[in-house]
Each structure stands twice: as structure tokens, then as C-alpha cells.
């Protein structure tokens, strides 16, 4: 918890961090966002998120079972 102590004092805009990404990284976070959007996640809403990926979750595991009952 040392890393704690460091921040005791700072104001929110000191403690933000620059991260650079290379080239590749970029076009991996692009790509990212760009399924995420496709799959209805929505930026910075953590709780949605959690529900949406519980959701896709649940209908892929229907879906299986769906096709596994079909045969």
C-alpha cells in the first residue's frame, strides 16, 4: 500500500497517468470499441456492461441448448 502514500496530497489531475500506445495497440483498441458497440456495450457504464455481457451470455448458452435438442 506504499503506492497509496504517493498519492496522498495530489489533486486529480496530477494523478492522471499518459499511457501512449504504439501503433498496433491502437488499431486493437479501435477494434476493440468498435465490438463493444456492436454489442451494446455502452462507455464508462460499468453496470450495463455487466448486465449486457451476462445477457449475451445467457442467450448463446440458449442457442446451444436449442441446437443440442434439436438432433
Given at each position: 500500500m506504499k503506492w497509496l502514500n504517493k498519492l496522498r496530497g495530489k489533486t486529480r489531475a496530477e494523478m492522471v497517468?499518459?499511457?501512449?500506445?504504439?501503433?498496433?495497440?491502437?488499431?486493437?483498441?479501435?477494434e476493440q470499441l468498435r465490438i463493444r458497440a456492436l454489442l451494446g456495450f455502452e462507455e464508462g457504464n460499468d453496470t450495463q456492461n455487466w448486465l449486457r455481457i451476462h445477457?449475451?451470455?445467457?442467450?448463446?448458452e440458449m442457442r446451444l441448448i436449442d441446437l443440442e435438442n434439436k438432433k
Open positions: 497517468i499518459i499511457y501512449n500506445r504504439t501503433a498496433e495497440q491502437e488499431v486493437m483498441y479501435k445477457q449475451i451470455m445467457l442467450d448463446h
